[in-house]
């Protein structure tokens, strides 16, 4: 089984339209946990950190659920330029400071 | 936010020769720098991290004497495919990041290695 599972998508949203999704991880020791981004041969960028009692930026909302060890991703208002992989992020207690463990991420496409 | 940069950014080799990839920290000092790869639709697998003035550490299954890492210093992590074939062609990325309560990686913009 994978450390971070995620649904590959796509997801095609359209424009204006909300759209949400999840990632489980393995290990209940998982300590952070991120969302990242990357475009299409591009290298990933940080989008948000993912908190306990859940967070939000502008349109997106993270949010935490270490009873079912799953987070999740929202994105409001899609815009077009929103189209992109969404990779969900997990570092393990215990593991060497800054390991990092991601899934293979989560395509969204957002359409006209 | 900190940059950091990745040269060269495409390299085309022929098999067997060896390709080094340099890791840069533009804006800030790098205590740590992390080397991924990533093949098509897959995630991104962690190959080895590498601290300032140390041997790097290797995770399972990659070969130390084929990927050699050297971080000589705070800004600059390189990373050398040594004899490289074909099922080496991937997309090599770093990261770097300072060693603090959180522990957010920046990432350069990639290396696509092509291995003829």
């Known amino acids: 089984r994978k450390e971070v599972e995620q649904d590959p998508g796509p997801f095609n949203v359209p424009e204006g339209a909300t759209v949400a999704f999840n990632c489980t991880y393995s290990n209940s020791a998982s300590q952070s946990f991120f969302w990242y981004r990357q475009d299409c041969r591009k290298e990933p960028k940080l989008l948000m950190s993912v908190y306990s009692s859940g967070n939000e930026d502008g349109r997106f909302t993270a949010q935490l659920n270490r009873a079912s060890q799953y987070i999740s991703l929202l994105i409001r208002d899609s815009k077009l330029s929103d189209s992109a992989t969404y990779l969900c992020v997990v570092n393990k207690r215990g593991d060497s400071w800054g390991k990092l463990q991601f899934g293979a991420g989560t395509q969204v496409v957002v359409t006209p | 936010g900190a940059v950091v940069s990745q040269h060269p950014s495409r390299v085309i080799c022929k098999s067997g020769t060896s390709v080094k990839i340099e890791c840069r920290s533009l804006?800030?000092?790098?205590?740590?720098m992390f080397w991924y790869r990533q093949f098509p639709k897959q995630s991104l697998m962690l190959m080895a991290t590498?601290?300032?003035?140390?041997?790097?550490?290797?995770e399972q299954g990659v070969e130390k004497d084929k990927f050699l890492i050297n971080h000589a210093s705070l800004t600059l992590s390189t990373l050398t495919v040594t004899s490289a074939h074909p099922e080496d062609s991937s997309f090599y990325i770093c990261?770097?990041?300072?060693?603090?309560?959180?522990?957010?990686?920046?990432f350069g913009p990639g290396t696509r290695l092509t291995v003829l």
């Open positions: 590498s601290n300032e003035g140390s041997k790097a550490t290797y």
């Open positions: 804006d800030f000092q790098a205590t740590t």
């Open positions: 990261s770097a990041s300072v060693r603090s309560s959180t522990d957010t990686q920046y």
